[in-house]
Each structure stands twice: as structure tokens, then as C-alpha cells.
């Protein structure tokens, strides 16, 4: 178990934690939450030892592996499949360490942990944990550098989840997925054998994968078992109670030292108004807990235009080359809220791009109301922001005729106050780029509003003001989301983008939900790099040759292992003084082996055959 005793921890003089204590049993899946700045992010880094404890101790049982996702995987020409493989750095040592051992009680040690550790099956693991978080069999097998940094950052939290540490650290896992790989990473934690943390916004994830809430609240830990929803609850009533008790406290309070105040010149009633004093200095104050910061978006609201605001009739779009989409017959009116679904690569980009007229269409018919304006949020459009300049620079270049005074007002409407208004962006906090974000976006008050993944780096209190905002909203929402709270508050109509159409999905989330997770093989998960010209290159031809010669490495080395167990297998003394289970586990142990033949031959084929075709 994960023992925290009377931590004690400072940043540049001000404590985040005093005296904090909790303990994680062992197996436990926990949510980590807390205000944006109490110090959850300062929690994992002083249990993985990177930051050094002011006093109190943190332990873990002996030979504990603690893990958690790298800033970013490089840039490397290592394919997918393998930089996963790398990350269980036992397995690779007792392979290389197999290869090269002689001693036979060493060889029989290497085999035995092999097998404890599941090393035969690892390829197909690592495989399945890739493709649900979105790759293919052919994107496994491309090198990261075909990949940008946001997909690079899934392919370490592959790598992460495939080396199976004891003590699994997730820091906002969801924020580089899309919803199909949220589900999928929410179905894969509920499974997972040992103890895991999760810092996360996201409501689902915490309602439905872990068993209790670690919360971090005025520099204490607090361990409550149960979903999010129950501890949100308990703490509501739990405030309550604190607030009527610091209330009738604050009464008595009054009374006492109005007595005293009364009475303290009196000769007859100064033995009472003594006892009083004594009375008033026994109680221990009751401080009622600071109600959560009021957080809020206000949208501008548009005036009303004709219905539809948007009409499709056979359109197609794709980037140059074949559409992307197909023969799409669409209508958006202005009281519409339609929420996105379908599994990456499969074009909801496309079509938001397209909605926001950022794509023209191929073909077909594309009609809008002239008055109509849109805005678009993308989590890209947060990285665009100049970091040089402050919030209040960003609103005055789009409005340069208004005074400050409207200027601060606006930015006060999305959170941003006095303090933040006048600080460069590049020193923002991510929740609070993507609040100015969705400000530049919503200034024109725009009749349809279209939101790509808005709720990354946004805290609790900050999605549940969007919901409210989004639900006042008199316009039209257009949103793509992994947060099925978001989603399932806000949308009242689902599309399904599936196979190059668009078309409404009849059922509601839970049963998407189900589908996704019962897996639908005729989606396509791939994730889809720029496409690469018809002619190879000799770099990629060269790479591609690299990857064939690995590919081969690892069927010789299967193969070598094949006939070991073979041999042993053929051994007559194998049968004739074999313990209770020995024979049965030395069988498990080919037909293990057998399995990763079978998948390494298949690897080889594919790249082989990706070779040929460039060649």
C-alpha cells in the first residue's frame, strides 16, 4: 500500500501541504482532486522522489515500480510497436540476457520469469493497448517521427500501461484523447492489476474507474471511498453542517461577549462576566470551509436568424484528394445542440472545418444565412495564442474602438480577472489560455458556435460553468468532446461520422458507449499521418529495410527459443521425474511462444510486403 504520514511540503514559501496523511491500499484505483493549484501535480512528483519532503515520509513496499507518462516520446525512427516493447525494460534485459546465458539454473531463472511476467504474449498487448488508444495494425508498424506530438503523447501512455507498474501516475491522461480512446482508457483502468492515481477533470472517468477520491483541499489529503459523485455529495453535506455549526458558534460567540461587555464594570456581576471570558477563551473556533470559487462563461447572445442556418445537399469535402466525406445531406437550425460521435480518422475535423467554412466543398450544394457568423474553438487555436502579449492585448486588437473598462469586463465574464488580464500569456495557467480561447471565439456572438475538445485543462468548477453557459446559449452548438458529462448535458441531437457519412445516431451515449467498448470492428481506429508521396524516398526505403531486419531479429529469436523448449519438451526425463504442475507449465510455456511466432511471422509479412510495394 502507498502509506502518506504528516508530509510537509513548501513552493517559494507558500505550504501547498502540512501535515497531510493518507493511505492507498494496495490494488485501489483513486482520483486525485483539488482546487487548480493546491498541488496535485507537486503530489506525484514528491512520490516519485523528484522533489525532496520538508518532513514526514512517503513509503511503498520494497522493490516498488512507480510510472507515469513521459513528457513526450521523441521523434524517433523506432516504430510504434517497438518504442511500446521498450518500455518494459525487465523483459528486454532477460531477452538480451537469454541469448547470451550459459549457466543452466541461470537459463532455467530467465525462463521463469519470463513466463511470470507474461513476456511471450507482450507484442500482442502492446498491440491491443495501441489500437485502443487509436492505431492500427499499419500505424504500429510506422516510425513516431510520422506522428505529431499529441499522438506521440499516446503512444507513451501506451508504453506507460504495457510496463504495468506497480504504482501507475496518470496527470490528465484524457487530455490527448478523443472520446473513443477516453472510453477505452476508462474500460482498460477498471482492469488493471495494481494501485493507480489519477489527477482528472473528467467526470466519468472518475464516476466510473476508480474506487475513491484522494482529495487535496487547504493543504490536507482526505481519502473518500466511492465515485466522485457520492464524495462531491458527502463534502456538500459535510460543508453544510461545518457552516450551520460556525454559524450558531458565531451566535454564542456574540452572546458571551455581550454579557461581558455589559457586565465586566459591574461589582455583582463580575464573578459571572469572568466566567464568561474564561468560556469565550475555551472555544475552539469552527472556520466553515470557502465555498468553491464561483466560476463563469458568458456568451454573448446573437439575434435570431431564419431556420436553417445551414443546409448540405450531397456535398462532399476532403484536402485535394479523394473526399474525405461523402454525399452529405445535412440541416442546422439555430436551437440545435448536436454532439459529434465516431472514432479517429474517421472526419469529424473534417466536417467541423467544413461547418466553419475553413473547407470548401468538393461537390454538392452548401447554402447559410447571409448574416450567419460562427465561431470556432479548436485546441489548437490555445497554442496559436501570442505568449508575448496579455489577455487584454488579444481583446483590444479585436476590438480597438472599445474603452478598458468593456475590454475588462469582457475578460471578467470568461474568469479572467485584474491580475490575469495583465500577464503575458506564456505565464497562464492551460485552463486559463483556453478560457481567453473560447473568449476570442464567442466575441462576435456568433449564431453557431462549433467546440473541438473544449474542456482540456479545465477544471471541475470550469466545465460545469461551460454546461451552464452552453445550455443558456441562444445559438447553435456544434461539439466534438471525450467528456461524456459534457456531452450527455449539452446534446440533444447525435451524429455518427462513420465511413465517409455523416448520419444521426438514433440511440443515446450509454449505448454508444456499450458499442465502443464491445468493440466495432467495422469502425476504422487509425490514426491517419499526411499521406506520403506514391515514390518512396530513399530515407524511407532505407527505414523500411530496418524495419524488415528487425522484424526478422525477432523471428529469430522466437524461433530460437521454439526449438530450446522443444528439446526440452522431447527430454524423457521431463516426464519421468516431473513435479506436480512442471510439465503442464513447460507446455503453457510453448504454446505461448507458439502465439508470438505466429504474430512475429505476421509483422514480417506486412513489412515485408510494405517494402516490395515502395521498392
Not at 499526411?530 to 527505414?543: F, G, H, M, Q, Y
Amino acid at each position: 500500500m502507498l502509506k502518506i504520514e504528516n508530509i510537509t511540503y513548501s513552493v517559494e514559501g507558500r505550504p501547498l501541504l502540512e501535515g497531510a496523511s493518507a493511505t492507498i491500499p494496495y490494488g485501489h484505483k483513486v482520483g486525485l482532486v483539488g482546487r487548480n493549484g493546491a498541488g496535485k501535480t507537486t503530489l506525484f512528483k514528491l512520490i516519485r522522489g523528484e522533489l525532496v519532503l520538508e518532513g514526514g515520509e512517503i513509503s511503498l513496499p520494497s522493490r516498488s515500480r512507480i510510472g507515469g507518462v513521459a513528457q513526450e516520446v521523441p521523434s524517433s525512427s523506432t516504430s510504434l510497436l517497438d518504442t511500446v516493447l521498450q518500455a518494459d525494460t525487465e523483459r528486454n534485459a532477460l531477452l538480451a540476457e537469454a541469448e547470451t546465458a550459459t549457466d543452466p539454473h541461470r537459463i532455467a531463472e530467465i525462463q521463469s520469469r519470463l513466463t511470470d511476467i507474461d513476456a511471450w504474449s507482450a507484442e500482442g498487448r502492446a498491440s491491443s493497448i495501441l489500437k485502443g488508444l487509436g492505431f492500427d495494425s499499419e500505424a504500429q508498424l510506422r516510425p513516431c517521427s510520422d506522428f505529431s506530438g499529441g499522438w506521440r503523447m499516446r503512444v507513451a501512455l501506451a508504453g506507460v500501461l504495457f510496463s504495468q507498474p506497480d504504482l501507475l501516475l496518470l496527470d490528465e491522461p484524457t487530455n490527448y484523447l478523443d472520446l473513443e480512446g477516453a472510453l477505452w482508457l476508462e474500460s482498460y483502468l477498471q482492469k488493471y492489476p495494481h494501485t493507480v492515481i489519477i489527477i482528472s477533470h473528467d467526470r466519468g472517468l472518475l464516476n466510473r474507474a476508480v474506487q475513491g477520491i484522494l482529495h487535496l483541499d487547504q493543504k490536507k489529503l482526505t481519502y473518500w471511498t466511492g465515485p466522485y459523485d457520492q464524495f462531491a455529495r458527502q463534502v456538500a453535506e459535510r460543508r453544510a453542517v461545518l457552516q450551520a455549526e460556525a454559524k450558531k458558534q458565531e451566535a454564542r460567540r456574540a452572546h458571551l461577549q455581550s454579557f461581558v461587555d455589559r457586565f465586566k464594570a459591574k461589582a455583582s456581576k463580575a464573578v459571572q462576566a469572568q466566567s464568561r471570558v474564561k468560556m469565550l477563551e475555551k472555544m475552539t473556533p469552527i472556520t466553515a470551509p470557502e465555498d468553491a470559487k464561483r466560476v463563469v462563461f458568458t456568451f454573448p447572445a446573437p439575434e435570431e436568424l431564419s431556420p436553417p442556418i445551414i443546409n448540405l445537399e450531397g456535398v462532399s469535402v476532403g484536402y485535394g484528394g479523394p473526399p474525405v466525406l461523402k454525399k452529405l445531406s445535412l440541416r442546422i437550425d439555430q436551437d440545435d445542440r448536436i454532439a459529434l460521435l465516431g472514432r479517429n480518422g474517421e472526419g469529424k475535423s473534417t466536417l467541423s472545418k467544413l461547418l466553419a467554412g475553413k473547407l470548401k466543398p468538393m461537390e454538392g450544394k452548401f447554402t447559410s444565412s447571409s448574416k450567419l457568423r460562427i465561431g470556432y474553438f479548436a485546441q489548437h487555436q490555445v497554442d496559436e495564442l501570442h505568449i508575448d502579449e496579455t489577455p487584454l492585448q488579444h481583446v483590444q486588437r479585436l476590438r480597438p474602438a472599445e474603452g478598458q473598462p468593456r475590454l475588462r469586463a469582457r475578460l471578467a465574464g470568461f474568469g479572467l480577472m485584474a491580475d490575469q488580464a495583465e500577464t503575458v500569456v506564456g505565464r497562464l495557467s492551460g485552463g486559463q489560455k483556453a478560457r481567453l480561447s473560447l473568449l476570442l471565439a464567442t466575441i462576435d456572438a456568433p449564431h453557431l458556435l462549433i467546440l473541438d475538445e473544449p474542456t482540456n485543462h479545465l477544471d471541475m468548477e470550469s466545465r460545469e460553468a461551460l454546461v451552464e453557459a452552453l445550455t443558456e446559449y441562444s445559438g447553435a452548438v456544434v461539439l466534438v468532446s471525450h467528456d461524456m458529462h459534457l456531452l450527455s448535458l449539452v446534446a440533444d441531437r447525435l451524429w455518427l461520422v462513420k465511413g465517409g457519412a455523416v448520419t444521426p445516431y438514433n440511440e443515446d451515449l450509454e449505448a454508444y458507449r456499450r458499442m465502443l467498448l464491445a468493440g466495432d470492428e467495422d469502425a476504422k481506429p487509425a490514426a491517419k499521418p499526411v499521406e506520403k508521396p506514391k515514390k518512396a524516398s530513399r530515407d524511407e526505403i532505407l527505414a523500411l529495410r530496418a524495419e524488415v531486419r528487425k522484424c526478422e531479429e525477432r523471428l529469430t529469436k522466437i524461433n530460437d527459443m521454439r526449438d530450446k523448449l522443444a528439446k526440452k519438451l522431447a527430454d524423457p526425463e521431463l516426464y519421468e521425474n516431473a513435479r506436480a504442475g512442471e510439465l503442464e507449465t513447460w507446455n503453457r510455456k510453448y504454446a505461448e511462444v507458439m502465439e508470438a511466432l505466429d504474430r512475429a511471422e505476421a509483422l514480417w509479412l506486412a513489412a515485408s510486403e510494405k517494402l516490395e510495394s515502395a521498392a
